[in-house]
């Protein structure tokens, strides 16, 4: 039986933290942040992670 091999995109965009949880990227990040509030702005600087549905599909992917 042949290695499963990764999905590179998704290596490149998620990463598994020590607690388990994956951390992800935020939306609406690259350009035209000027049309966007302030408030907005200082949320997408947080962690993101995947929501526990998508977990395992995301798991699956990474190894």
């Known amino acids: 039986m042949p290695k499963m ?4 995109g998704a290596v490149k965009r998620f990463k598994v933290k ?5 951390k992800r990227g935020t939306a609406f990040r690259s350009h035209i942040l000027t049309k966007q509030d302030p408030k907005t702005r200082r949320r997408q600087h ?3 992670y995947v929501d ?3 977990a395992a599909n ?4 990474i190894c």
């Open 5 to 8: 091999k990764s999905v590179k």
């Open 18 to 22: 020590k607690s388990g949880k994956i």
């Open 46 to 48: 947080q962690p993101k």
């Open 52 to 54: 526990k549905a998508d």
């Open 58 to 61: 995301v798991k699956a992917m």
